[in-house]
């Protein structure tokens, strides 16, 4: 197996302070953005909405934006019209977010642009329709289920960690949320059911290094003497697993690029769960580094840590 930055002597705490005006100004802006947007663009999983796909005998890539004005016309709002496939294949979707009781939607759809393209005529291959009521309760679910899965890691990292330790990884995890949510925002990409399934599992995997870098650091509070302090003794840990953290989160995050870029013009749901993966990987591996060490040791600035307590040697 190949190691990586097995002799590095890189001062991760020192550059804390650039780490936090990052993260503060990516939120910050994503805030920004979510309120220019007028919340989040969420799809017709949570809104309710009708799906329509359409394979034309001819392509209509070049056609995408006079097919968004045909159903804009039709009082439907603005529609997402894209390509699925390739983009000589001559198939489209649909997404409007309005819905009816039958498939009146669709059929309004369909007939104005077959008024519009007479010459090239369609085949519907697909349909779908999600009422109101549902979306809501497909939302409530989803935050529920991200709500659920915080506060068992939260659970966890309670009982695995003390105090400072504990409230830092928590931190690091509503960071790298945050972070996901504000990209999601800034490109105004949808927040659908894989989206909120990638949350979820970017919530388990944050959280893994930071836990090995807390590890490797209660592991060597035993070396803390006068000439080492708190910040050496973290950056002293960082190095030591850094080759770990890339050999593991560029694995991973190479199988969920690929995946990326293979469905990226599909329309096909993993484009939006990868999506939401590669954001997640690079967010957490930049938390375990710069962020969740970096809080522990201002805490021990204000509040010195007493090292016989995280090393579970003294009752706290």
Same mark, same amino acid.
């Given at each position: 197996?190949?190691?990586?930055?097995?002799?590095?002597?890189?001062?991760?705490?020192? =550059?804390?302070?650039?780490?936090?005006?990052?993260?503060?100004?990516?939120?910050?802006?994503?805030?920004?953005?979510i309120i220019a947007h007028h919340g989040l663009n969420w799809s017709i999983d949570f809104v309710g909405g009708t799906v329509i796909q359409l394979k034309f005998q001819k392509p209509v890539e070049n056609d995408r934006s006079k097919i968004s004005e045909i159903v804009s016309t039709l009082g439907?709002?603005? /529609?997402?019209?894209?390509?699925? $496939?390739? /983009?000589?294949?001559?198939?489209? =979707?649909?997404?409007?977010?309005?819905?009816?009781k039958t498939s009146e939607v669709g059929d309004e759809i369909e007939k104005a642009i077959t008024a519009k393209f007479p010459g090239n005529p369609f085949v519907e291959q697909k349909r779908d329709l999600v009422g109101p009521k549902i979306g809501g309760e497909l939302r409530y679910n989803?935050?529920?289920?991200? $709500?659920?899965?915080?506060?068992?890691?939260?659970?966890?990292?309670?009982?695995?960690?003390?105090?400072? @330790?504990?409230?830092?990884?928590?931190?690091?995890?509503?960071?790298?949320?945050?972070?996901?949510?504000?990209i999601f925002s800034f490109v105004n990409a949808e927040f659908s059911l894989p989206v909120i399934a990638a949350l979820?599992?970017?919530? $388990?995997?944050?959280?893994?290094?930071?836990?090995?870098?807390?590890?490797?650091?209660?592991?060597?509070?035993?070396?803390?003497? $006068?000439?080492?302090? @708190?910040?050496?003794?973290?950056?002293?840990?960082?190095?030591?697993?850094?080759?770990?953290?890339?050999?593991?989160?560029?694995?991973?995050?190479?199988?969920?690029v690929t995946t990326f870029i293979f469905f990226f013009n599909s329309g096909d749901v993993l484009k939006l769960f990868s999506g939401a993966m590669c954001i997640g990987i690079i967010t957490g591996t930049f938390s375990s580094l710069y962020v969740a060490g970096a809080l522990v040791v201002e805490w021990n600035n204000k509040w010195p840590i007493d090292p016989k307590v995280v090393m579970g040697t003294k009752k706290r």
């Amino acid at each position: 197996m190949v190691h990586f930055f097995k002799h590095t002597k890189i001062n991760f705490i020192g =550059q804390r302070k650039y780490a936090y005006m990052l993260s503060i100004g990516i939120i910050v802006a994503g805030i920004i953005s979510i309120i220019a947007h007028h919340g989040l663009n969420w799809s017709i999983d949570f809104v309710g909405g009708t799906v329509i796909q359409l394979k034309f005998q001819k392509p209509v890539e070049n056609d995408r934006s006079k097919i968004s004005e045909i159903v804009s016309t039709l009082g439907y709002g603005t /529609p997402e019209v894209k390509t699925v $496939g390739s /983009p000589d294949g001559g198939e489209i =979707q649909i997404v409007v977010k309005k819905t009816a009781k039958t498939s009146e939607v669709g059929d309004e759809i369909e007939k104005a642009i077959t008024a519009k393209f007479p010459g090239n005529p369609f085949v519907e291959q697909k349909r779908d329709l999600v009422g109101p009521k549902i979306g809501g309760e497909l939302r409530y679910n989803a935050f529920l289920a991200v $709500g659920l899965a915080f506060i068992m890691i939260c659970l966890y990292i309670g009982i695995r960690f003390n105090l400072p @330790f504990g409230m830092a990884a928590v931190i690091a995890l509503v960071h790298d949320i945050m972070i996901t949510i504000s990209i999601f925002s800034f490109v105004n990409a949808e927040f659908s059911l894989p989206v909120i399934a990638a949350l979820l599992t970017i919530i $388990g995997y944050s959280i893994n290094d930071t836990i090995v870098v807390f590890d490797r650091v209660r592991e060597n509070l035993h070396n803390l003497k $006068g000439h080492k302090s @708190f910040e050496d003794l973290f950056n002293e840990s960082y190095n030591l697993t850094l080759g770990r953290t890339v050999n593991t989160s560029l694995a991973t995050f190479l199988a969920i690029v690929t995946t990326f870029i293979f469905f990226f013009n599909s329309g096909d749901v993993l484009k939006l769960f990868s999506g939401a993966m590669c954001i997640g990987i690079i967010t957490g591996t930049f938390s375990s580094l710069y962020v969740a060490g970096a809080l522990v040791v201002e805490w021990n600035n204000k509040w010195p840590i007493d090292p016989k307590v995280v090393m579970g040697t003294k009752k706290r």
